[in-house]
Structures are given as structure tokens and as C-alpha cells.
């Protein structure tokens, strides 16, 4: 597969992230339907936000996990 | 039946199309590479012409159509409705945009992609439409599972859970304050201005540590996966 990189890989993770408005993800979403190398790196992004997720939440470095563990370390 | 398919059945004059012949279309395409979709295509197509061969009824501007877009409108439609009755969504997305264009109703041939955007948005948003509406009368329905099907299997589930086993090793590798910026971006979705501003960082520092993350990531995947082929067959399995 040719690769592409019309659309830079930090606005194809504000998409992902679903920070852009449908008002400005136009000509994203055009460029999505047609180019089969920047659905793939959606995917790969998509994927690499998920798990990322799951292992920080697994972590415990989310706010309320830091608060709760601050508290321990206080007591 | 779905109401584009009322409006493909009773689609008599100029817009009407056989829906069979987009079925044999979308058969004989099945098998066409992603790799023949890619943007050097986008500049090489001639709108004008493309448009005009569907508008008379030509079925190779029909096949043109559906090679151009068929993957992107299955991978939209897919990403936000899920698997369950895909074929169908995609073929009434194709023969709304067939019948728009036999009507005549694109009056600029360059704006093709952003047309079948528009119909695309308004497939998806009448589904989920339909779906809350169905809701309503079914008060026992998931909508979740209705909107979009994406209950994974057994083998998903592991190569996810081994995918963030992969994850964990990386971000126990971090400093705890790169950890923290990832954990305010990915987790609590704050702005790259917010962190850069709040943690006294600058915009490539930002970058460097978030390419960083996800090419270790991508190294710790690769090793793991060498030591255990398994693991290979598996991840492969579920990405594909």
C-alpha cells in the first residue's frame, strides 16, 4: 500500500480523539473515503488511543487514582 | 426495509437503476486491492468524465464509482455503525449516490467526494435515528449493540489485553512525569496548550514524548512478538 501523508498525524489523532467539529473535519473525511493509506493509520491511531487508555486507567495515573493515592501516602 | 431502499423501489424517470446490476458491480470489485484507492488515484481521476458515465447509464462509471469509494464508505459506515448489515448500508449509500448523479443532481463533478460525504453523514444519522426511534418502541432493546455492533470475540479480547500488557511495559519505563503528560492527554483529553502551558513544556517536547511512546510501543510489540509466535498469529488474527 502507497503511503500518504496529506494530513498530518497530529490532526488525524484530534479526529480519532473526536476533537475536531463536523463542521471543519470536511475535507478529512473526503480524503478518508478515498485514500485506503489514511484509513489505515486512523485505524492504527484509533487502536494505539485505546490502548493507551486502558494501560494508564490500569495504572492508576488518573486524576481521581493520583488523589486517591496521595491519600494513602497521607495516612 | 430500510427508506432509502423506498426510495431506490419507487425510483421511477431518470434516476431509477437496477439494483441488481450494483450488486453484480460490487460483486466483481470484491476483490480489488486497497492499494488501488490511494490518493495518487484521487488526482489521476477525471470527475467530469466519471460523472457523466454514471449520469448516462455507463456500468464501467458505476464500476469506477464503487472502486473509488466502496471501501470508504464500508470503512465509515462500519466505524460508526458497526458490522450488523453492513452490506446492505453500503449498498444503499452507492445507489442513493448513483440515483443523485442519474438525476443530475451533482452539478459539480469535483465535488464528487464531498457529495458522497453529505450522503454518508445523512445514512449514518438516519440509522441512529431509526435505531433510537426503534428504541422507543422496544424498551428492552440495547441500543448500544443496535447502533454499533462491536462485541469482539474471545480471541480480540486477548490480543487487545496482550496489546495493553505491551503498553504497560512502556509506560513503566517512563519517567512518572512523561507518564503524567500522556495520562493528561489521553486520559483527561486536556489540550496540548493546556499541558505544554501547565508542565513547562514546549510543542516539540510535547511531540517528541508522545512519537516517543508509540514507538516504543511499537518495538516492545515487535520483541514480544518474536519471542512468541504465537502472540503473531493471534494479534494478526484480530487486526485483520
Not at chain 1, 470536511?26 to 480524503?31: K, M, N, Q
Not at chain 2, 437496477?18 to 466483481?28: F, N, R, T, W, Y
Not at chain 2, 448523479?101 to 465535488?111: A, C, K, T, V, Y
Amino acid at each position: 500500500m502507497n503511503t500518504c501523508f496529506r494530513f498530518p498525524g497530529d490532526e488525524l489523532e484530534r479526529y480519532a480523539m473526536g476533537k475536531v467539529s463536523h463542521l471543519d473535519c470536511g475535507p478529512l473525511e473526503e480524503h478518508l473515503i478515498l485514500c485506503a493509506a489514511c484509513r489505515k493509520r486512523l485505524m492504527q491511531m484509533e487502536e494505539f488511543i485505546l490502548v493507551i487508555r486502558a494501560a494508564l486507567t490500569e495504572l492508576g495515573t488518573h486524576p481521581e487514582a493520583r488523589i486517591s493515592a496521595r491519600s494513602a501516602f497521607a495516612v | 426495509m430500510l427508506a432509502t431502499r423506498g426510495i431506490f423501489a419507487s425510483g421511477a424517470g431518470e434516476g431509477a437503476i437496477d439494483p441488481q446490476s450494483i450488486d453484480s458491480v460490487a460483486q466483481s470489485l470484491a476483490d480489488i486491492g486497497d492499494s488501488q484507492t490511494t490518493e495518487a488515484v484521487s488526482h489521476q481521476v477525471n470527475w467530469q468524465d466519471l460523472v457523466e458515465r454514471i449520469h448516462k447509464g455507463d456500468e464501467s462509471g458505476m464500476e469506477e464509482l464503487y472502486r473509488l469509494f466502496g471501501r470508504g464508505i464500508r470503512y465509515y459506515l462500519c466505524r460508526q455503525l458497526g458490522h450488523q448489515e453492513l452490506d446492505d448500508k453500503v449498498h444503499d449509500t452507492f445507489v442513493i449516490v448513483v440515483q443523485a448523479i442519474r438525476r443530475g443532481e451533482l452539478r459539480e463533478p469535483d465535488r464528487l467526494m464531498g457529495f458522497v460525504r453529505t450522503v454518508v453523514r445523512r445514512q449514518v444519522a438516519a440509522y441512529i435515528d431509526e435505531a433510537v426511534h426503534s428504541r422507543r418502541d422496544e424498551l428492552n432493546l440495547d441500543l448500544g449493540v443496535r447502533i454499533a455492533d462491536r462485541r469482539s470475540d474471545p480471541e480480540q479480547t486477548a490480543a487487545f489485553r496482550q496489546k495493553v500488557e505491551f503498553m504497560l511495559e512502556v509506560l513503566r519505563s517512563l519517567s512518572e512525569r512523561d507518564r503524567e503528560i500522556l495520562t493528561r492527554f489521553y486520559l483527561d483529553e486536556q489540550s496540548q496548550e493546556t499541558i505544554c502551558g501547565e508542565m513547562d513544556l514546549s510543542e516539540t517536547q510535547f511531540r517528541l514524548l508522545k512519537s516517543r511512546a508509540k514507538a516504543r510501543f511499537g518495538e516492545v510489540g515487535k520483541r514480544r512478538l518474536q519471542k512468541n509466535p504465537l502472540i503473531a498469529v493471534s494479534l494478526r488474527t484480530s487486526s485483520g
